[in-house]
């Protein structure tokens, strides 16, 4: 199968191909190593090559949905027993973990072909996919620019034709922000519903969790129909729904009541083409029957950043001592930017960290009061159109006093020279958006329906209420049936 075929196909589609004996795992197997071959030294998409596993895999005699599938996992929490999971982390890249991560044995149980993991920045801890271990990875829309983050490589891979879908994660937009980049669809599904295990029980408090890019709606409904319930070591069971997300695409999403906004205090300036993504949406979404209006949810994104990245910080910091513990590395082993984090999360206490996690259910109540009078928020996925590599870089006369006061263990100066502001406004200032979905666990999805006047994606992002996963799906299978977007191709 040449390329120009295979691009055509979706997983499902191509797995039907499979099924029918018209084309083998091994040649679609073949078509994703030539392509991946061809365009991954400009993209840098995948980070680590599992070739010799993909084609003794594909000997087999393979079953299940995906059956034959050629796939990528995200270098981060989603581990592949025998090979080292990063996480754009230096340290950890040489030291293989001992067992697969739930979400890959059910991607293994599926029938897919794993033969690679994609690009993450260090720890996946932002917006962009810029590790120092592996370098950018590259928007296949603009070489400049960045595919977004954390789960960047998988959506340079998907939108670049290597694979039809990809693994990906979210704890603060990190399918949702690469979707909007990339041209492509990312669900982030509701707290508990996808298993964190065996590793972990629930990661940063059930804010972050595992899921797929897609080109199409179907393809992420059949993904989270296979990831979807809990496993014997998971902390609750969130009863999947007694359809299947596949079947219930085929069904249509009701007449919904949508309210719309792009204001953000963190960003008072949001780009016009971000303005324009979400205007053209409403329009489009009342052309097809729903009721759209302007609304807002009552609470400060500001304030929700600042408790957001208490837990965020509080976590590199045990997460660095945890692998300090198991790999005798040092603080200095890591990102300069990982340090200063680690270095801010030492200084939370107990009771800071509490409260602030505490605050995150007045976000829930906030938006529960908002979904008990619209079904669904739609937002700008992004600020603005993706950004430039090495726009979050940190200047070099911040990063030598960053070492400095390192070094002299004089981190409180941190927080009294605006740092933490500037990572909120620098890093959280272009996608203030995605992070209160995943502070009160509730699903939310980044559709591809807008492009700027020099051709690069800009999403809008849809939060539904709990369970809301299907009525996200079947809506978004209306807006693809009315504006197509998975034969929408970059120019790479």
């Known amino acids: 199968m040449d390329f120009e075929e295979y691009r055509r196909f979706d997983a499902l589609g191509l797995a039907e191909l499979v099924a029918r004996g018209e084309v083998s795992a091994a040649e679609l197997l073949e078509t994703a190593l030539v392509r991946a071959e061809r365009v991954n030294p400009r993209i840098n998409a995948i980070v680590r090559t599992m070739e010799t596993q993909a084609k003794e895999r594909v000997s087999q005699d393979l079953s299940g949905p995906f059956a034959g599938v050629p796939f990528l996992i995200k270098d981060l929490h989603q581990d592949f027993a025998g090979e080292p999971t990063a996480g754009g982390c230096r340290p950890l890249a040489g030291h293989p973990v001992l067992e697969s991560s739930a979400t890959v044995r059910r991607w293994l149980d599926a029938g897919l072909v794993i ?24 928007n296949p ?45 990312g669900l982030k599904p509701g707290r508990g519903l996808v298993s964190s295990g065996p590793a972990f029980g629930e990661l940063l408090h059930g804010a972050a969790t595992n899921g797929v890019l897609s080109r199409t709606v179907r393809d992420t409904a059949a993904m989270l129909d296979v990831l979807v ?52 949406a409403a329009e489009l979404l009342a052309e097809l029957g729903h009721v759209v209006e302007p609304a807002e949810v009552d609470y400060d994104d500001e304030e929700l950043a600042h408790d957001f990245l208490t837990a965020w910080f509080a976590t590199m910091a045990a997460l660095v001592r945890d692998i300090g513990n198991r790999t005798g590395c040092r603080l200095g082993d890591f990102e300069f930017d990982t340090q200063i984090m680690t270095g801010l999360g030492r200084l939370t206490t107990a009771p800071d960290y509490i409260i602030a996690h505490m605050r995150w259910h007045l976000y829930v109540r906030a938006l529960a009061d908002f979904h008990s009078r619209y079904d669904l928020l739609l937002t700008p996925t992004l600020s603005r159109p993706p950004i430039p590599i090495g726009s979050l870089g940190t200047p070099p006369l911040l990063r030598v006093a960053g070492k400095a006061v390192l070094r002299l263990r004089l981190t409180r100066l941190l927080r009294r020279l605006g740092v933490v502001n500037k990572v909120i406004r620098d890093n959280l200032g272009w996608v203030p958006y995605t992070q209160l979905a995943n502070l009160t666990g509730r699903p939310a999805m980044s559709v591809p329906t807008y ?3 020099d051709n690069l994606p800009l999403g809008v992002q849809f939060v539904a209420p709990l369970g809301g996963e299907g009525l996200l799906l079947r809506l978004a299978a209306q807006i693809e049936e009315a504006r197509p977007w998975a034969n929408r191709f970059p120019p790479l």
Not at 155 to 164: F, T, W, Y
């Open 115 to 138: 033969f690679g993991k994609t690009n993450t920045p260090e720890f996946g801890a932002k917006g962009v996919t810029e590790p120092d271990l592996f370098g950018p990875t590259r």
């Open 141 to 185: 829309w603009a070489l400049d620019r960045t595919p977004g983050g954390s789960s960047g490589g998988s959506a340079a891979a998907v939108a670049a034709g290597i694979v039809p879908v990809a693994g990906a994660n979210d704890g603060g937009g990190s399918i949702r922000i690469p979707a909007g980049c990339c041209g492509l669809f």
């Open 229 to 280: 319930g809990p496993e014997a070591d998971s902390p609750y069971g969130v009863t999947p729904p007694e359809q299947s997300y596949l079947s219930q695409l085929g069904q249509p999403p009701g007449r919904l009541r949508i309210g719309f906004s792009h204001r953000s205090a963190l960003n008072p300036r949001v780009h016009p083409d971000a303005v324009a993504a979400v205007t053209g």
């Open 451 to 453: 492009w700027t006047a």
